[in-house]
Nanobody, 126 residues
Framework: QVQLVESGGGLVQAGGSLRVACTAS????????MGWFRQAPGKEREFVAA????????YYADSVKGRFSISRDNAKNTVYLQMNSLKPEDTALYYC???????????????????WGQGTQVTVSS
């Protein structure tokens, strides 16, 4: 059974930093592109960042480019999202997602991902 478990969310002041992590089990982690999405109250889930299977390629939403950084450690079955210069509008539930096995470039659409975590809350105060 595939499980994705996010951790590291919390409350931070605007301008601060936070790193969230997602640890996977039940799958061959290095075979999956990984992504992060977020959903704010009353809004649709949106793409944040994605990384290819061995971490060579990364992709970001325009709203986080230059502030967020995605990385992965295949030995630990974990993907990270480092968030710097946080803004109140970054407040959301952050979800980790695993793409399709041996998929090439990770996508930015919900349908590009097969497995999802339960989410970790990130709240940025002004």
């Amino acid at each position: 059974q595939v499980q994705l478990v996010e951790s590291g969310g919390g409350l931070v002041q605007a301008g601060g930093s936070l790193r969230v992590a997602c640890t996977a089990s039940g799958l061959t982690f290095s075979g999956y592109p990984m992504g992060w999405f977020r959903q704010a109250p009353g809004k649709e889930r949106e793409f944040v960042a994605a990384i290819s299977r061995i971490g060579i390629s990364t992709y970001y939403a325009d709203s986080v480019k230059g502030r967020f950084s995605i990385s992965r450690d295949n030995a630990k079955n974990t993907v990270y999202l480092q968030m710097n210069s946080l803004k109140p509008e970054d407040t959301a539930l952050y979800y980790c997602a695993a793409g399709h096995y041996l998929g090439r470039n990770p996508g930015s659409e919900l349908s590009d991902y097969a497995y999802w975590g339960q989410g970790t809350q990130v709240t940025v105060s002004s």
